[in-house]
């Protein structure tokens, strides 16, 4: 037996006791004629304890040249601490050892296993093992696990059932690359990493699992942003013979479930907002809502006045700042500054401070009397020691940038608390996106979304136009979750697959499968899928998804740690038919 309890149990009532503890040492201290360890192990740190007095000196020795994450094995008595340590559970016992077992050696670790590391990002990424010996980073995979755990039991018990799906398939189109896997056995061809299950989970809806889920990986091979992974983690849902406020209504309960359970956070508000609403008051489709600072459009009373910028622009909008009128005019000339970094890319800002005594200064007063400006207050709902920041220009881009900085205004002013929180729906999506490069429409969410009904000729008209039953999931701020109800008729989805610029022979080469299942009975149907990185990260208050998965890559795509992507050698090359030099 290894070990009889583990390194966070002991307490005074086992005072008496004989036990057996396995664990790493975290530290050894020798004062000579005493010498204490840490014993550390997933659940907890343990005092043990050797002395002149009640240790034999062939033990104390032993013990005096433990190095740090030394594996041993210990048996001893549990004994009162003279010196009590409040702040661990173990702090008032101590094990006073009587045999000593190292059961294997350890280099010294690169950092210290330590709460506060002495490691940077790169080290503790190559040796990510030594890594999730760490407090912060052992707690969020535990943490995980809870979040998974309480997913698993709401699903099963609203009637979901888990079906795993292949990896080895073909391209699925959620709008980025595939990473491809070569097939030894045919030659010539490649398999596709699900960038998500979609067409499998609509295929199980045909085969009556009317309702389905599944934690499942998804590879996308994109470029790599601050924060994404090439490979992640979803949620991943769909059901049958139901309408979106169905949808809704099932992961808008499973959503409070986790932040009750998980959180302890009783939710009572959960808004739905649409696209169109989301854009015009926050400037983003997935806004943060736990504080205000919406967006009003001043167009109708700011381009009466002989101000070309504002008369020239398609969009005219401010937020109030709170309390930002007291800012100097260094702060402010940096502000100005920060809206014009290439980052957020604004050619300028106007702003109005709201004085105490009631009256305005603005960068503009040139143009515009203090009528103008009360007025300008009122549509953005500003009070006395409020700044008015004001934007114009083309209306995306301006909402775009306005958003940047009401952001970065919640995040100076402490407004983005991590243990407040606020889900809301976005629903009514556009079901097409401009490509602004290639001028081509492009699936908004994915191609097999349905348009809403009644929708379908404006296909033809005005594309742009056309709203979807698509769904996000918001969560202060960040996207969590997203989801439509699909396509069910052979015929929608041909028509659909013409618009998104498909030839017949192509959809049919690609998805032929999903299009011959339709054929065969398919129910309606619709589901979304959840970000389970991003939405443990928010859940644990945090932000960084690298921080709760056990083996992240890093932002090039890398595993530094196995160091993959590797190249493979020529046998290997061989055997795949592989060649690598591309004729044109
Ligand atoms: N497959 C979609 C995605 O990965 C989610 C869904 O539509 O259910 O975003």
């Given at each position: 037996m290894y070990r009889s309890h583990s390194c966070g149990e002991l307490r005074e009532s086992h005072i008496g006791q004989t036990v057996t503890l396995s664990g790493w040492v975290a530290k050894t201290r020798d004062k000579g004629f005493v010498v204490w360890v840490d014993l550390r192990d997933r659940y907890g740190i343990?005092?043990?304890?050797?002395?002149?007095?009640?240790?034999?000196?062939?033990?104390?020795?032993?013990?005096?040249?433990?190095?740090?994450?030394?594996?041993?094995?210990?048996?001893?008595?549990?004994?009162?601490?003279?010196?009590?340590?409040?702040?661990?559970?173990?702090?008032?016992?101590?094990?006073?050892?009587?045999?000593?077992?190292?059961?294997?050696?350890?280099?010294?670790?690169?950092?210290?296993?330590?709460?506060?590391?002495?490691?940077?990002?790169?080290?503790r990424m190559k040796y990510r093992y030594l890594d999730i010996r760490r407090n912060p980073v052992k707690n969020n995979l535990i943490f995980r696990s809870k979040v998974t755990m309480a997913v698993r039991k709401f699903l099963s018990g609203e009637g979901f059932i888990e079906v795993e799906t292949p990896y080895l398939i073909k391209s699925t189109p959620e709008g980025a690359r595939d990473f491809v896997v070569p097939s030894r056995m045919n030659e010539g061809q490649f398999y596709a990493l699900p960038q998500s299950p979609q067409t499998f989970k609509q295929l199980l809806m045909v085969g009556g699992m009317d309702k389905y889920f599944q934690i499942v990986k998804c590879f996308r091979d994109e470029d790599l942003r601050a924060d994404r992974q090439p490979e992640f983690t979803q949620i991943d849902c769909e059901m049958a013979f139901v309408e979106q406020e169905d949808i809704l209504n099932v992961f808008e309960n499973l959503t409070k479930y986790l932040l009750k359970e998980v959180n302890g956070v009783k939710i009572d508000s959960f808004p739905r907002m649409t696209y169109d609403d989301a854009m015009a008051k926050y400037g983003n489709d997935k806004p943060d809502i736990r504080f205000g600072m919406e967006f009003a459009e001043l167009n109708s009373i700011a381009q009466h006045k002989e101000f070309g910028v504002f008369n020239s622009a398609e969009l005219v909008v401010g937020i109030a700042v709170p309390g930002a009128a007291s800012y100097t005019r260094k702060e402010l000339d940096a502000l100005v500054n920060w809206v014009k970094r290439p980052q957020v890319g604004a050619n300028g800002m106007v702003y109005v401070k709201c004085n105490e005594d009631g009256s305005f200064k603005s960068t503009v007063d040139k143009f515009y009397d203090q009528d103008d400006l009360a007025k300008w207050a009122e549509a953005t709902d500003a009070k006395a020691g409020d700044l008015i920041c004001v934007l114009s220009g083309d209306a995306n881009k301006t909402r775009t940038q306005l958003s940047a900085l009401r952001m970065e205004m919640a995040t100076r002013l402490g407004l983005r608390k991590p243990n407040e929180f606020a889900p809301l729906w976005v629903v009514d999506f556009p079901l097409l996106e401009l490509d602004e490069e290639t001028g081509h429409y492009h699936a908004m969410h994915h191609p097999f979304t349905s348009p809403k009904p009644g929708q379908l000729e404006l296909l033809d008209t005005d594309p742009g136009a056309v709203r979807a039953n698509a769904y996000d999931l918001v969560l202060n701020g960040n996207e969590i979750g997203g989801g439509s109800i699909r396509i069910h008729d052979k015929d929608m989805q041909a028509t659909m697959f013409r618009h998104l610029g498909f030839t017949p022979e192509e959809a049919k080469a690609q998805f032929g499968f999903l299009m011959d299942a339709f054929q065969y009975g398919a129910p309606p149907h619709g589901g979304l899928a959840f970000g389970l990185d991003r939405l443990v990260a928010i859940l644990g208050g945090q932000e960084t998804i690298r921080d709760f998965i056990a083996f992240p890559k890093n932002n090039s795509g890398r595993d530094v740690m196995i160091d993959a992507p590797a190249p493979i050698d020529n046998e290997q090359l061989k055997e795949l038919n592989l060649k690598l030099d591309i004729q044109e």
């Amino acid at each position: 037996m290894y070990r009889s309890h583990s390194c966070g149990e002991l307490r005074e009532s086992h005072i008496g006791q004989t036990v057996t503890l396995s664990g790493w040492v975290a530290k050894t201290r020798d004062k000579g004629f005493v010498v204490w360890v840490d014993l550390r192990d997933r659940y907890g740190i343990t005092q043990l304890v050797l002395d002149e007095n009640r240790t034999s000196a062939e033990l104390l020795e032993q013990a005096r040249n433990l190095g740090r994450e030394f594996v041993i094995q210990i048996k001893g008595e549990v004994i009162e601490r003279a010196s009590k340590n409040a702040n661990i559970p173990t702090g008032n016992i101590e094990v006073l050892v009587s045999e000593l077992t190292i059961l294997n050696e350890s280099k010294t670790p690169p950092f210290t296993i330590e709460n506060e590391t002495d490691g940077g990002e790169d080290l503790r990424m190559k040796y990510r093992y030594l890594d999730i010996r760490r407090n912060p980073v052992k707690n969020n995979l535990i943490f995980r696990s809870k979040v998974t755990m309480a997913v698993r039991k709401f699903l099963s018990g609203e009637g979901f059932i888990e079906v795993e799906t292949p990896y080895l398939i073909k391209s699925t189109p959620e709008g980025a690359r595939d990473f491809v896997v070569p097939s030894r056995m045919n030659e010539g061809q490649f398999y596709a990493l699900p960038q998500s299950p979609q067409t499998f989970k609509q295929l199980l809806m045909v085969g009556g699992m009317d309702k389905y889920f599944q934690i499942v990986k998804c590879f996308r091979d994109e470029d790599l942003r601050a924060d994404r992974q090439p490979e992640f983690t979803q949620i991943d849902c769909e059901m049958a013979f139901v309408e979106q406020e169905d949808i809704l209504n099932v992961f808008e309960n499973l959503t409070k479930y986790l932040l009750k359970e998980v959180n302890g956070v009783k939710i009572d508000s959960f808004p739905r907002m649409t696209y169109d609403d989301a854009m015009a008051k926050y400037g983003n489709d997935k806004p943060d809502i736990r504080f205000g600072m919406e967006f009003a459009e001043l167009n109708s009373i700011a381009q009466h006045k002989e101000f070309g910028v504002f008369n020239s622009a398609e969009l005219v909008v401010g937020i109030a700042v709170p309390g930002a009128a007291s800012y100097t005019r260094k702060e402010l000339d940096a502000l100005v500054n920060w809206v014009k970094r290439p980052q957020v890319g604004a050619n300028g800002m106007v702003y109005v401070k709201c004085n105490e005594d009631g009256s305005f200064k603005s960068t503009v007063d040139k143009f515009y009397d203090q009528d103008d400006l009360a007025k300008w207050a009122e549509a953005t709902d500003a009070k006395a020691g409020d700044l008015i920041c004001v934007l114009s220009g083309d209306a995306n881009k301006t909402r775009t940038q306005l958003s940047a900085l009401r952001m970065e205004m919640a995040t100076r002013l402490g407004l983005r608390k991590p243990n407040e929180f606020a889900p809301l729906w976005v629903v009514d999506f556009p079901l097409l996106e401009l490509d602004e490069e290639t001028g081509h429409y492009h699936a908004m969410h994915h191609p097999f979304t349905s348009p809403k009904p009644g929708q379908l000729e404006l296909l033809d008209t005005d594309p742009g136009a056309v709203r979807a039953n698509a769904y996000d999931l918001v969560l202060n701020g960040n996207e969590i979750g997203g989801g439509s109800i699909r396509i069910h008729d052979k015929d929608m989805q041909a028509t659909m697959f013409r618009h998104l610029g498909f030839t017949p022979e192509e959809a049919k080469a690609q998805f032929g499968f999903l299009m011959d299942a339709f054929q065969y009975g398919a129910p309606p149907h619709g589901g979304l899928a959840f970000g389970l990185d991003r939405l443990v990260a928010i859940l644990g208050g945090q932000e960084t998804i690298r921080d709760f998965i056990a083996f992240p890559k890093n932002n090039s795509g890398r595993d530094v740690m196995i160091d993959a992507p590797a190249p493979i050698d020529n046998e290997q090359l061989k055997e795949l038919n592989l060649k690598l030099d591309i004729q044109e």
